[in-house]
Nanobody, 125 residues
Framework: EVQLVESGGGLVQAGGSLRLSCAAS????????VGWFRQAPGKEREGVSC????????NYADALKGRFTISSDIAKNTVYLQMNSLKPEDTAVYYC??????????????????WGKGTLVTVSS
């Protein structure tokens, strides 16, 4: 069974850090494009960061550059999102997704091949 499972969410104080994990099973990230997305209560889902497993290129939502870092561990078939200097406005459900060809932080492509179920991040003030 193909799955993406996010973990690492939780409650953190403003200014703190969290590292989210996205573990794939049933397929290998290999040449996929993998992204993190988030959806705050009452808001549209938005792109956070994308990583091309093919060439290692990354991109980030402009507002998050410098605070968030996407990375991968090929041996563990896992992609990470390191989040630093967290703010209350970072509170959201964070999703990872993978697609053979496309990942964008500016236009949400809901047709990406696989989506996880999300992990909740709550940042208290």
């Amino acid at each position: 069974e193909v799955q993406l499972v996010e973990s690492g969410g939780g409650l953190v104080q403003a200014g703190g850090s969290l590292r989210l994990s996205c573990a794939a099973s049933g397929f290998t990230f290999g040449d996929y494009a993998v992204g993190w997305f988030r959806q705050a209560p009452g808001k549209e889902r938005e792109g956070v960061s994308c990583l091309s497993m093919r060439d290692g290129s990354t991109n980030y939502a402009d507002a998050l550059k410098g605070r968030f870092t996407i990375s991968s561990d090929i041996a563990k078939n896992t992609v990470y999102l390191q989040m630093n200097s967290l703010k209350p406005e970072d509170t959201a459900v964070y999703y990872c997704a993978a697609d053979r060809y496309l990942c964008s932080v500016t236009v949400i492509y809901y047709g990406m091949d696989y989506w996880g179920k999300g992990t909740l991040v709550t940042v208290s003030s």
